[in-house]
C-alpha cells in the first residue's frame, strides 16, 4: 500500500530564506506526484505536477524535483515572503492507470516578516 | 471563469438526517472525486468517478453515497449510516492521469 510522509509536519523561517519541503513515498510506481497549496479553511491550490519520467518543474520562485527510485520528492522555495505561508501537501498517483491520489498529511509553513 | 464550484461553503446537519454536497465543474474534465479532510490527518478518497453514470468506492466510501448523471455534476450525500461526518469535504476534477484541481471546499458540522 502506498503511504506518503513529509518531513518537517511545521517549518518557521524567516522572510527571505531558501528552504525545502520533503515528500517521501514508499513505492516507486508512480505515475505522476503533484504539489499543493493549502490556506486555512480553504481548498487546495495545484503548484506544480511531475510525471514519473521527469526530474523537474519550475514555477516561478518554486522548483520541485523527483527521484523516483529513491522515493522521494522535494519543493523548494526560493526568497520566501510571508504571503508563502500556507501548508503544502504532496500527492502521488500510483502507476497502473488507477486515478487515486495519495496524500501525505502536509508540511505548515510560517515564514515571518 | 473555469473552475470547480462547491456549495454551500458551510453545511450542518442533525443526528439522523441525510445531507448533499454539491459539485459542478465547467473544465470539460472526465474525473471527478471526493476527498474528507480531517484535522491531522491527509485527504481520504471517499468516491471518485472516471465518467458519466459510473463511479469507485475509495478508501471510506461507507456512509456516503453519489451519483454521475452529468459530466459536469458529481454531488456527495453523507447519510446518517455516516456515523461521524463532521469534516471539511473537497471535490476535485482532472483528466485522466494529469493535474488534480480542487474546489473551495465543504464544512460539515453535526449539531
Known amino acids: 500500500k502506498q503511504e506518503v510522509t513529509q518531513i518537517p509536519a511545521a517549518l518557521s523561517v524567516p522572510e527571505g530564506e531558501n528552504l525545502v519541503l520533503n515528500c517521501s513515498f514508499t513505492d516507486s510506481a508512480i505515475y505522476n506526484l503533484q504539489w499543493f497549496r493549502q490556506d486555512p479553511g480553504k481548498g487546495l491550490t495545484s503548484l506544480l505536477l511531475i510525471q514519473s519520467s521527469q526530474r523537474e518543474q519550475t514555477s516561478g520562485r518554486l522548483n520541485a524535483s523527483l527521484d523516483k527510485s529513491s522515493g522521494r520528492s522535494t519543493l523548494y522555495i526560493a526568497a520566501s515572503q510571508p504571503g508563502d505561508s500556507a501548508t503544502y501537501l504532496c500527492?502521488?498517483?500510483?502507476?497502473?492507470?488507477?486515478?487515486?491520489?495519495?496524500f501525505g498529511k502536509g508540511t505548515k509553513l510560517t515564514v515571518n516578516p | 471563469d473555469g473552475g470547480i464550484t462547491q456549495s454551500p461553503k458551510y453545511l450542518f446537519r442533525k443526528e439522523g438526517q441525510n445531507v448533499t454536497l454539491s459539485c459542478e465543474q465547467n473544465?470539460?474534465?472526465?474525473?471527478m472525486y471526493w476527498y474528507r479532510q480531517d484535522p491531522g490527518q491527509g485527504l481520504r478518497l471517499i468516491y471518485y468517478?472516471?465518467?458519466?453514470?459510473?463511479?469507485q468506492k475509495g478508501d471510506i466510501a461507507e456512509g456516503y453515497s453519489v451519483s454521475r448523471e452529468k459530466k459536469e455534476s458529481f454531488p456527495l450525500t453523507v447519510t446518517s449510516a455516516q456515523k461521524n461526518p463532521t469534516a471539511f469535504y473537497l471535490c476535485?476534477?482532472?483528466?485522466?492521469?494529469?493535474?488534480?484541481?480542487f474546489g473551495q471546499g465543504t464544512r460539515l458540522t453535526v449539531v
Open positions: 473544465l470539460n474534465h472526465d474525473a
Open positions: 468517478s472516471q465518467i458519466v453514470n459510473d463511479f
Open positions: 476535485a476534477s482532472g483528466r485522466a492521469g494529469t493535474e488534480a484541481f
Open positions: 500527492a502521488v498517483r500510483p502507476q497502473g492507470g488507477s486515478e487515486k491520489l495519495v
